[in-house]
């Protein structure tokens, strides 16, 4: 495809091609808990969390453990425990210049998420760290988010994309993890020692450091 861009520059202008919202999207936001909220977080086994530097850089962080791992510190406040992984810690090097975060809870299923934003600290720990051991494993970090704005969001993307239809999945598309990995960060292993590296042993130590 050639030719220019055409660039969308100014919130008028997006206004004028999207149209307004209508009122109960509009209105909808909140800015604590309800205990409908606080029965999604238990029933979500997995959360996307969004960070930016202090240069606006974002990074989307996964974060999974069984339902209810996210804990409810109060009306306004929220505990996510961290889990042994690879040690990057890009979002929270980002929290460290940029304390805003997003969230997006997803529950394996449902068309609907439910969305919070707020402002985050990373604690080392805290009264509420015995309630997030999960297989014998006691994090030694949190990201404590003080809650802004939260609501749920509409079914749409879901459905249109079919994420949860396994008539629609195709994983065979892509190679393995394994192949992934030899191809592009560690072409120095062998294809045996990865696919031994990503099997069984993998999920071994999915809460061991």
Request: hydrophobic share 40%; charged share 25%.
């Amino acid at each position: 495809m050639s030719g220019e861009l055409s660039v969308v520059t100014d919130a008028a202008e997006l206004r004028s091609i999207l149209g307004k919202p209508t009122e109960r999207a509009a209105s909808k936001e909140r800015h604590a808990l309800h205990e409908m909220d606080r029965r999604w977080i238990r029933a979500s086994p997995f959360v996307l969390v969004a960070t930016a530097n202090g240069l606006g850089e974002c990074e989307v962080s996964p974060k999974g453990d069984p339902p209810g791992f996210v804990h409810v510190v109060d009306d306004t406040t929220l505990a996510i425990p961290e889990r042994p992984g690879n040690k990057r810690a890009d979002g929270f090097h980002n929290v460290l210049s940029n304390p805003n975060v997003g969230l997006l809870f997803m529950v394996p299923g449902r068309t609907d998420t439910l969305r919070i934003s707020g402002r985050a600290r990373i604690v080392s720990d805290a009264p509420y760290f015995d309630a997030m051991v999960t297989k014998s494993h006691r994090p030694r970090l949190a990201l404590h988010v003080d809650i802004k704005h939260l609501f749920y969001h509409c079914a749409k993307a879901f459905m249109r994309s079919s994420l949860w239809d396994p008539s629609a999945w195709a994983p065979e598309a892509l190679p393995s993890r394994a192949k992934i990995v030899r191809s592009i960060e560690n072409p120095d292993k062998t294809l045996e020692e990865l696919e031994e590296y990503y099997g069984e042993a993998y999920a071994r130590k999915l809460y061991t450091e």
